[in-house]
């Protein structure tokens, strides 16, 4: 048999009627029979046996399900719903004695909420900065040099973003020295990626070149499909190509930096991942804009606006909107200062400075 409430209200009531030992004893109840009698559903949903452990005041039980409901999220590109579960595993992490495994869980946690904050609110968000000090504290601790590395990647992503590009240069430095005697291609791969990024906002297209195509040379799209859930909350190979593209113009390789830029973008749909596709958008425009192809700008603008739309990424819009219009007041002599001067304010407005002095020259 199946019963269910005619109104919420009489629910809401019913439920809040219980006292609360009874409540907490029913959620438990209710979890242990999902767990017992539809495990399927502890990997389809672990939100619901999530909410009924936390109700249930269990929360050594109800960390992990938020964990794998947070990484679920994440694969769907569901960042807003990905943080909140992420934040309500580390919510009942507190709960828990201090112990070194409780650290680790902790650590593994904020290295994964990272990315879903940069992707959710902005890359320069002050949540941001609290969760990549706190990891890299944590790691510290534990002395885990894997996890450090990863820490202080979320701290150079924050740092660049905010437009502090001596610190963000610093960090690549540090990455970059960390990996140069190490095996671990992913590790090296993402110093590289640093490092190509710092350099184009130093002024420096030789190195932009040099350390981009040092990162796709290593990129391996099956081995380092994890990346993008780590590391900035894109994938490392579609932004070596990218910025790559920005990069080879510079120098003087016009050929190339189209056929850099355009591989970027179909790597990222073939990727089917939200934040990347968003970030080769963002490459490929900038690299039209500077070649002068203003109608391929409008067009790319167009999709990448849409798609924006579609994953509720507002902060990538904002910088493809401003590019967009630029180029539409470029190419037909409308005043498009309005718009770009809008979409600058909220870019900055969200605590991304990157790109800021292009955009004044826009």
């Known amino acids: 048999a199946t019963f269910t409430f005619k109104h919420a209200l009489v629910r809401d009531t019913a439920y809040a009627s219980l006292l609360r030992t009874t409540r907490a004893e029913l959620h438990e109840r209710v979890a242990t029979a999902i767990e017992e009698r539809w495990p399927d559903q502890t990997e389809t949903e672990p939100e619901v046996l999530a909410h009924h452990f936390t109700r249930a005041n269990l929360p050594e039980q109800a ?81 885990d040099s894997a996890r450090l590395f990863t820490a202080r990647f979320g701290l150079w992503q924050m740092n660049n973003f905010r437009g502090n590009v001596t610190v963000a240069s610093h960090y690549a430095t540090e990455l970059i020295d960390s990996t140069e005697a190490s095996e671990h291609s ?31 040379a290593l990129y391996d799209r099956d081995a380092h499909s994890d990346h993008k859930y780590l590391y900035g909350a ?18 003087g390789f016009p050929d190339r930096s189209s056929e ?24 490929l425009m900038a690299t039209k804009y500077i070649h002068g ?32 219009a630029a180029a539409r007041g470029k190419l037909g002599g409308t005043d498009e200062t309005s718009e770009i001067s809008d979409r600058a304010e909220r870019w900055r407005a969200a605590g991304t400075l990157n790109f800021w002095q292009w955009f004044l020259t826009l």
């Open 63 to 143: 960390t992990p399900y938020w964990r794998k409901a947070g990484q679920n999220a994440l694969e769907r590109s569901a960042n807003n719903e990905a943080s909140a579960h992420f934040s309500a595993a580390l919510e009942q992490l507190e709960i828990l004695p201090e112990t070194s495994e409780r650290d680790n869980l902790e650590l593994d946690l904020r290295l994964s909420l990272g990315p879903t904050l940069m992707a959710a609110r902005s890359y320069g968000a002050d949540e941001v900065e609290a969760c990549y000090d706190r990891a890299r504290d944590l790691a510290e601790r534990i002395k």
């Open 186 to 216: 992913g590790r090296r791969l993402q110093a590289h990626h640093t490092f190509s990024t710092s350099a184009l906002f130093l002024g420096n297209p030789l190195a932009v070149c040099e350390h981009a195509r040092a990162g796709v």
């Open 234 to 251: 894109h994938d490392p190979g579609v932004c070596g190509l990218g910025i790559d593209g920005v990069g080879s113009f510079l120098l």
């Open 260 to 283: 850099m830029a355009e591989a970027s973008l179909d790597l990222a749909h073939e990727l089917s991942h939200a934040n990347t596709s968003a970030v080769a958008y963002c490459w």
């Open 293 to 324: 192809d203003l109608p391929a700008v409008i067009e790319y603008g167009d999709a990448g606006n849409a798609f924006c739309e579609e994953y509720g990424l507002s902060n990538w819009q904002n910088y493809i909107s401003l590019v967009q």
